[in-house]
């Protein structure tokens, strides 16, 4: 087990590499939609088409999408920043904030994400205090726009000067 400032430590470090932000989003058994910000999100394969995402076991939502069998993965735009305190907000209805619609394979699908992945669970894998999901690439569409990132406990964009060095 680590200890406090190992934790403490382990946060800063992790807080300081950046990383894309997702929102996971799926449908509970009456087929209202259900959705979460994640940036613990990974490809895995390319062939087949395989990614993860993991879940902390303490979210309301977990048994919602450990259970659905499906889920879409849309990878946020730089400017989708209230998203990610939208789907990170406890007890609000996130659907009625947003435009959303319902995917063939009725799940919800968010407007305006830079590239949406549309999954089928092939496994869950249970890692310390969080679950695994692994998901089968199903299908997925993209749009032309940047994409939105977690560094030092802020969101936001790559700075255009970063693609003018390059």
């Not at 695994?132 to 790559?158: F, S």
Request: charged share 25%; with cysteine; proline share 4%.
């Amino acid at each position: 087990m680590l200890n406090e400032d190992n934790q403490r430590l382990f946060k800063e470090a992790m807080g300081n590499y950046p990383t894309g932000v997702t929102v996971v989003t799926t449908t509970n058994r009456e087929g209202d939609p259900v959705g979460i910000t994640v940036n613990s999100f990974a490809s895995v394969s390319l062939d087949p088409l395989i990614i993860l995402w993991s879940i902390d076991r303490k979210a309301s939502s977990i048994d919602t999408f450990t259970k659905s069998g499906k889920f879409i993965v849309h990878l946020l735009a730089n400017d989708q920043q209230e998203l990610v305190k939208l789907f990170s907000s406890k007890n609000v209805d996130r659907f009625s904030k947003i435009k959303w619609g319902f995917s063939d394979n009725q799940l919800p699908v968010l407007e305006g994400a830079f590239a949406v992945l549309e999954c089928e669970t092939v496994q869950t894998v249970e890692a310390g205090d969080h679950t695994i999901l692994i998901g089968a690439v199903t299908n997925i569409r993209t749009e032309k726009k940047d994409p939105l990132l977690y560094h030092r406990r802020h969101i936001g964009a790559i700075p255009s000067e970063f693609y003018e060095r390059m």
